[in-house]
């Protein structure tokens, strides 16, 4: 079962400068908090999906028993290496793949020295799980897939907690708007990079405050519409946690801190599951179970095939 | 000081199946074959490129993927394993290169004067990206060359096709006047492929080619429609459809890198040698190859063959 899920961002610059701004300083706490409710709680697991780790061959598990590298993130070079050491819950990895596979979808699981992990995985890790007290389990974001799959591969995490019989906190690494600064921006001058970010970043924010989680998934595709650079299909980390998580509204929210980080909305946010729903809408979106591939725009319905024709008669 | 020059250019895709299939020491996996008709292509590009004396590789990376204006890899040295995040079970390569940093660092002033955001990478536990090293390694595995390594600036996401050609054609000809002042002959490589719809799931035996074919039809007619004009010369006409290449072949010319080569070689008018075309997981790859010295050379559009009448010989 999941205890508490969070969103993190996945920049590197509370973990490498915090120092370097107030705003930077923040996240950081809210980071550590964050990092001090997990190893008070009872999660025996930090089960991840992280936008920053784009997949094209289906969905890959890193499950890598120990894992240790210097990682440098490619765009922000200049403040520095991160050295770390990670642990990861192999027999986990494993499962969730299974479940991954029973549910229709092409799934992996990395097991290899050197694998580049992804900068908001290894920010996130650090901050919170310093000392490797809990094993983690880091999901890949396919670049194509869309809500169906994507629900779906919530599901199939869903069900490997169920068998495994583990306790888990759940982490999606995203930033919300997504659009960095283009210049030179000192960390003085850094904020979420336009009004229109900014005010999509607000709304998000108040949703999850008031526990609405399948609200903000359902608003997804809006928000990937209005605030997101399109780097990949869609804004799916809301959908992967939603469909992990029931699909509900029941959760009580609280947003930890908020602030820009290089112009992206970086948030720390909780939700706990919650007896009562904060709102308890109609949702309108489909619930699939299983993923059925891709679909063309021409493709049949189920059960609407024509007749195949007759078998020639061997005269 | 003689004058510089670029000796040739190529479009050198990097799809990670090429080095697996060849079987390098440096690369873990090993496999059976694969891709020959793409491997014999890059042949003939070593060739081409052993012939012209080449003091220095400078080659434009979609998989240095940076926000914040181009950046170019500021130190001498480096030695690492690359592991493909996408295609890990294929390319854990163990790299050690020597960079031109003297040049790195001349097309860093070129392309500030005309007013670009650069910046030198100066962090040396940085890793170099798997685009690079693959075409670099595809288009000379003796690794006795140096090389400079330049991002590509993910404008085209974040504004446009057009605002990205925009600041290429800036990146081409900065780089072609630091060649020119730098007095070495370089050869520059445009590491992407043409149309890149992958597939989403891989066989048992990556290498088995009883699957292998391009995504689909509408993406082998676009690249059949750019490799002609590359063999007509009609290289500025290429330069005004790449936004709907781009799009609606899903091509990976958004990251900028055939746009800076072709803006490197003054948009050529001469025929441009196609050494090899091929699918890799349903992509389209093309080895192109333009030799500046063949500016004479013009497309006989009768027999559609090109008559190759390099002005002095061999160069
Ligand atoms: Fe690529």
């Known amino acids: ?315 | 000081m003689k004058q510089g020059e670029i000796v040739l250019g190529a479009l050198a895709p990097h799809p990670p199946h090429l080095v697996y299939a060849e079987n390098p020491p440096q690369n873990e996996p090993k496999a059976e074959c694969g891709w020959e008709v793409l491997r014999w292509g890059y042949e003939r590009l070593r060739k081409s490129l052993a012939q012209r004396k080449v003091d220095v590789l400078i080659v434009h990376s979609p998989h240095w993927r940076t926000m914040t204006g181009t950046h170019f890899l500021g130190v001498e040295h480096f030695k690492g394993l690359s592991v493909d995040p996408v295609f890990p079970n294929l390319f854990r390569f163990h790299y050690d290169l020597k960079v031109d940093v003297e040049l790195s660092r001349q097309i860093f002033t070129e392309a500030q004067g005309l007013g670009l955001e650069v910046q030198m990478m100066t962090n040396p536990d940085f890793r170099i990206d798997y685009g690079t090293i693959i075409s670099c390694h595809l288009s000379r595995p003796e690794w006795d060359i140096p090389i400079v390594a330049i991002s590509s600036h993910g404008l085209a996401r974040y504004f446009n096709m057009e605002v990205m050609q925009a600041v290429m054609l800036k990146l081409g000809q900065a780089t072609k006047v630091a060649v020119e002042k730098s007095g070495k002959r370089a050869a520059l490589l445009a590491s992407n492929s043409l149309s890149h719809r992958h597939f989403v799931v891989e066989p048992e035996v990556p290498e088995d080619m009883s699957f292998e074919h391009i995504q689909n039809h509408s993406q082998y007619l676009w690249d059949m429609k750019v490799l002609d004009l590359m063999k007509r010369g009609q290289t500025q006409e290429l330069l005004e459809i790449m936004p709907d290449f781009t799009e609606q072949a899903v091509a990976e010319t958004d990251g900028g890198s055939l746009t800076w080569l072709l803006s490197a070689l003054d948009f050529p008018t001469y025929p441009a040698e196609v050494h090899a075309y091929g699918s890799v997981i349903g992509t389209g790859n093309a080895i192109v190859e333009w030799n500046p010295h063949n500016r004479q050379v013009e497309w006989n559009p009768h027999n559609r063959q090109v008559e190759w009448r390099a002005q002095g010989g061999a160069q």
């Not at chain 1, 939700?271 to 993923?291: G, I, S």
């Open chain 1, 1 to 315: 079962m999941i205890n508490k899920a969070y969103l993190l961002p996945g920049m590197p610059h509370p973990l490498l400068c915090p120092e370097k701004s107030s705003a930077y300083q923040k996240l950081r706490q809210a980071y550590e908090r964050v990092g001090a409710e997990i190893q008070d709680s009872q999660a025996e697991l930090v089960l991840i999906y992280s936008t920053f780790w784009p997949s094209v061959i289906g969905h890959q598990i890193f499950a890598r028993p120990e894992t240790t590298w210097t990682h440098v993130d490619e765009e922000f070079h200049a403040l520095g290496s991160i050295p770390y050491t990670f642990q990861m819950d192999e027999e986990f990895g494993e499962l969730y793949k299974q479940q991954c596979l029973a549910r229709n979808l092409h799934a992996r699981t990395v097991n290899y020295a050197g694998f580049p992990l992804d900068t908001g995985t290894v920010v996130a890790l650090k901050l919170i799980n310093p000392d490797n007290r809990l094993k983690a389990v880091v999901t890949s974001s396919n670049v194509y897939a869309d809500r169906a799959e994507t629900l779906v591969l919530g599901k199939a995490a869903g069900d490997a907690l169920e068998h495994s019989g583990k306790k888990a906190v759940a982490l999606v690494i995203s930033a919300l708007s997504n659009r960095l600064h283009q210049g030179r921006v000192t960390p003085e001058e850094d904020r979420i990079h336009s009004l229109k970010d900014e005010e999509w970043n607000r709304k998000f924010l108040e949703f999850l405050e008031e526990g609405r989680l399948e609200d903000v998934a359902q608003l997804s595709r809006q928000f990937h519409r209005e605030a997101r650079v399109h780097k990949v299909n869609n804004f799916k980390p809301f959908w992967w946690l939603s469909g992990l998580m029931g699909q509900s509204n029941r959760f009580q929210g609280e947003v930890f801190e908020y602030q820009s980080v290089y112009g992206t909305g970086a948030a720390v946010v909780g939700l706990e599951p919650a007896a009562v729903a904060a709102r308890d809408l109609e949702f309108d979106e489909a619930d699939p179970d299983v993923y059925a591939g891709e679909r063309n725009v021409l493709a049949v319905e189920a059960g609407m095939e024509p007749e195949p024709e007759p078998e020639a008669q061997n005269v």
